[in-house]
C-alpha cells in the first residue's frame, strides 16, 4: 500500500470509446489486483450465482437484469457503461447493496455493474490524497487508513456499507459533531459519465475552485447516489491541509474512547417517563450541539424500540482523551435518564479506537432480511405532539414488531460549521437525525410493517402534511434513507416535493449538473436528479 505515481491515460481508446477528459490524470490503483483492465466477469441468467447478485441488503427488492457485470477496474467500468448505452440496455450500479429503496433492483434494471470488486485503498502521492475505491467497505477504509498512517475519515457505523454510495449521500457517523461530514473532506472523485452524444469518458472533478469539473465534485458531496455516472473512486483530504506527509493529511481518530450501553426495560417506564426520556434526549441535544461545545466529542444513539422488545436502548461513546471524559459519560447518561427509573447498564468499557468500529451496540441489521426506513433532520427540541406519537405507536396492541425502532442521533457540532451550499448537504443546522425503520422476515408480511411505518411517520407530522418539512423545528430527510413515500401525495400532502425535503435550494443546482453531465438521463431511478 505505498505512494503511487501519477500516469497519464490515454484519450479515444478504441477498445472502449471512452476516454479521460483532457488535461486530467489518474493514479493507477496498487498492483496485484489480478483484474484484466478490459475483461469482466459476466453473470447471466442461467449462471447459478446469479440469484445472490440480483438483490442487496433489503431483499424486498430483487430485480431480473438481462447479466450482472462484476468490475474490478475504472477501465471495466468504461468498457461495460460503453457496452450497455451501445445495446440501449437501462444501467443500475451496486457497490454495497445497502440501498433501502428499488434504486438498483426494480424491473426497468437491465443490467446490473457490481463495483464490489474495486475495494483498493492507498495514498496518491501525485494528488497528496487517499484515493478509495467505490467497492470498499467503511470498515475496510477505518483499518486501512488507521494501520497504514494513523488517520480516519469521519464516515458510518455500520462496517459493511461501501463508500460509494455512502459519500455520494453525504454520510455521517460517530465522528461527525467533532470532524463534520464524510464528504467535508471529499478532495476529487473520477466518475464514468456519458456524453450527450453517448461517448463514454472518465472524468476527475475535484474541489479546486479553477477546476472546468468542479460541478460534478460537488454534486458528489451529498447529492445522492445513481445521478450523474459511475464512480469509481474518491480522494480524500482535510479542507486547506498541505505538505507531502500522509500522516497529517486526513484527521487522527481518538486513541481511546468510552463506550456504553444502558436500557430501559418498558415495564419500568410509564407513559410519563417515556415521555419525559425523549425530552430529556431532544434537550439535551439542542443545549449541547453548538461548534465549540465541549460535548461535541460524544456520540449517542438513542434507540426507542416497540414495546414488544421488551427495552429502550442508548448507546453512547466519547473521546476518552477529553479532560473527565468518563464524568462526561455519566453525567451525559444521567441527564438523559433525569427524573425516570434507572437504566440497567449493559456495557461500559474503555476501548482502543479501531476495536470500536465493529462495536455492534452501534449498528445492526440482517442482510437477509426485509425491511423500511424513513427519516427526520431536527433542529430542535421534540414538540409534545411529536412525543405523544412516538408513544402511541410504539406501544401499539395490535402491532407487536420488536424490530420497529426510532432511532435518534446526536447531530450538529462541526458539522454545522459548514455552509448549506459549500456541499450538497443542505441541512447544516440540525442537532438530531432521526431514523425509522423495521424489519420482518417473509414477503406475505409487506403490507403489514410497510404500512404501520407509513402510518406512524405520517401520525408524528400530521400538522405538517405528513412528513418533517422544513421549519423551525424539522429540516426535511436523509437521502440516504430513501423513501419513495416522499414522492407519493398519499402520504405527503404538505405541498413540499421530496427533492426539497433532501436537497432544499441546492436542488436547482444539482439539475444544473445533472443537466451537463448526464444529459440523456442514463443513470436514473424513481428519486433520481431530474433534467431541468
Known amino acids: 500500500m505505498g505512494e503511487v505515481t501519477r500516469r497519464t491515460l490515454l484519450a479515444g481508446s478504441a477498445a472502449l470509446g471512452s476516454s479521460l477528459v483532457a488535461g486530467t490524470t489518474a493514479a493507477a490503483a496498487p498492483a496485484g489486483t489480478g483484474a484484466s483492465p478490459l475483461n469482466t466477469t459476466t453473470v447471466g441468467v442461467q449462471d447459478f450465482r446469479y440469484a445472490d447478485l440480483v438483490r442487496g441488503q433489503n431483499v424486498r427488492f430483487v430485480s431480473q437484469p438481462e447479466y450482472v457485470r462484476l468490475i474490478q477496474t475504472p477501465d471495466q467500468v468504461a468498457g461495460a457503461v460503453?457496452?450497455?448505452?451501445?445495446?440501449?440496455?437501462?444501467?443500475?450500479?451496486?457497490?454495497g447493496g445497502h440501498c433501502y429503496e428499488d434504486f438498483v433492483?426494480?424491473?426497468q434494471t437491465q443490467v446490473v455493474l457490481d463495483l464490489s470488486g474495486m475495494r483498493a485503498i492507498y495514498y496518491d502521492s501525485s494528488r497528496?490524497?487517499?484515493?478509495?475505491?467505490?467497492?470498499?467497505?467503511?470498515?475496510s477504509v477505518y483499518e486501512a487508513l488507521f494501520k497504514g498512517w494513523g488517520v480516519t475519515v469521519p464516515g458510518g457505523s455500520c462496517p459493511s456499507v461501501a463508500v460509494g454510495g455512502q459519500v455520494a449521500?453525504?454520510?455521517?457517523?460517530?465522528?461527525?459533531?467533532?470532524?463534520?461530514l464524510l464528504v467535508d473532506y471529499l478532495d476529487a472523485v473520477e466518475v464514468v459519465v456519458v456524453r450527450a452524444d453517448r461517448t463514454v469518458q472518465r472524468v476527475i472533478a475535484t474541489s479546486a475552485a479553477n477546476d472546468?469539473?468542479?460541478?460534478?465534485?460537488?454534486?458528489?458531496?451529498?447529492?445522492?447516489?445513481?445521478?450523474?455516472?459511475?464512480?469509481?473512486?474518491?480522494?480524500?483530504?482535510?479542507?486547506?491541509?498541505?505538505?507531502s506527509d500522509p500522516t497529517t493529511l486526513l484527521p487522527r481518530p481518538p486513541a481511546e474512547l468510552w463506550i456504553n450501553q444502558v436500557a430501559w426495560p418498558w415495564a419500568t417506564l410509564t407513559e410519563a417517563h417515556f415521555g419525559q426520556l425523549v425530552r430529556n434526549f431532544g434537550r439535551w441535544c439542542e443545549q449541547n450541539s453548538a461548534p465549540g461545545s465541549p460535548w461535541t466529542r460524544l456520540f449517542s444513539r438513542l434507540l426507542l424500540n416497540h414495546q414488544a422488545n421488551g427495552t429502550i436502548n442508548m448507546v453512547t461513546q466519547i473521546d476518552a482523551s477529553v479532560p473527565g471524559a468518563e464524568a462526561m459519560l455519566q453525567q451525559f447518561v444521567a441527564a438523559v435518564g433525569n427524573g425516570i427509573p434507572a437504566p440497567q447498564v449493559w456495557d461500559h468499557r474503555r476501548l482502543p479506537w479501531l476495536h470500536t468500529?465493529?462495536?455492534?451496540?452501534?449498528?445492526?441489521?440482517?442482510?437477509?432480511?426485509?425491511?423500511?426506513?424513513?427519516?427526520?433532520?431536527?433542529?430542535?427540541?421534540?414538540?409534545?405532539?411529536?412525543?405523544?406519537?412516538?408513544?402511541?405507536?410504539?406501544?401499539?396492541?395490535?402491532?407487536?414488531?420488536?424490530?420497529?425502532?426510532?432511532?435518534?442521533?446526536?447531530?450538529g457540532g462541526r458539522t454545522n460549521t459548514v455552509s448549506p451550499t459549500a456541499t450538497a448537504v443542505a441541512h447544516r443546522d440540525s442537532v438530531m437525525k432521526m431514523?425509522?425503520?423495521?424489519?420482518?422476515?417473509?414477503?406475505?408480511?409487506?403490507?403489514?410493517?410497510?404500512?404501520?411505518?407509513?402510518?406512524?411517520y405520517r401520525?408524528?407530522?400530521?400538522?405538517?402534511?405528513?412528513?418533517?418539512?422544513?421549519?423551525?423545528?424539522?429540516d426535511g430527510c436523509f437521502i440516504n434513507y430513501a423513501d419513495i413515500d416522499l414522492s407519493d401525495p398519499a402520504w405527503n400532502t404538505s405541498g413540499v416535493p421530496w427533492h426539497h425535503l433532501y436537497y432544499k435550494d441546492n436542488y436547482r443546482i444539482l439539475q444544473q449538473v445533472k443537466a451537463r453531465w448526464d444529459p440523456t438521463d442514463t443513470f436514473r431511478h424513481a428519486q433520481s436528479i431530474r433534467l431541468p
Open 82 to 95: 460503453r457496452a450497455a448505452v451501445l445495446a440501449g440496455k437501462r444501467i443500475a450500479v451496486r457497490s
Open 169 to 180: 449521500g453525504g454520510g455521517y457517523g460517530q465522528l461527525n459533531r467533532s470532524h463534520g
Open 357 to 411: 468500529t465493529t462495536w455492534r451496540a452501534m449498528f445492526g441489521g440482517d442482510a437477509t432480511g426485509r425491511a423500511d426506513f424513513k427519516s427526520t433532520y431536527m433542529r430542535a427540541a421534540f414538540p409534545d405532539s411529536h412525543v405523544a406519537a412516538f408513544y402511541r405507536h410504539l406501544t401499539s396492541a395490535d402491532y407487536r414488531n420488536p424490530v420497529a425502532i426510532l432511532q435518534i442521533s446526536t447531530y
Open 105 to 107: 433492483d426494480n424491473a
Open 128 to 139: 497528496r490524497a487517499f484515493a478509495v475505491e467505490s467497492g470498499a467497505t467503511l470498515g
Open 212 to 243: 472546468p469539473n468542479r460541478d460534478l465534485w460537488w454534486g458528489h458531496t451529498g447529492g445522492g447516489g445513481g445521478n450523474f455516472g459511475v464512480v469509481t473512486r474518491y480522494w480524500f483530504k482535510t479542507p486547506g491541509a498541505s505538505g
Open 435 to 456: 431514523h425509522y425503520l423495521v424489519g420482518w422476515g417473509n414477503e406475505p408480511e409487506d403490507a403489514l410493517h410497510i404500512d404501520y411505518l407509513r402510518r406512524f
Open 459 to 474: 401520525d408524528v407530522y400530521a400538522a405538517t402534511g405528513g412528513v418533517p418539512v422544513p421549519n423551525a423545528v424539522t
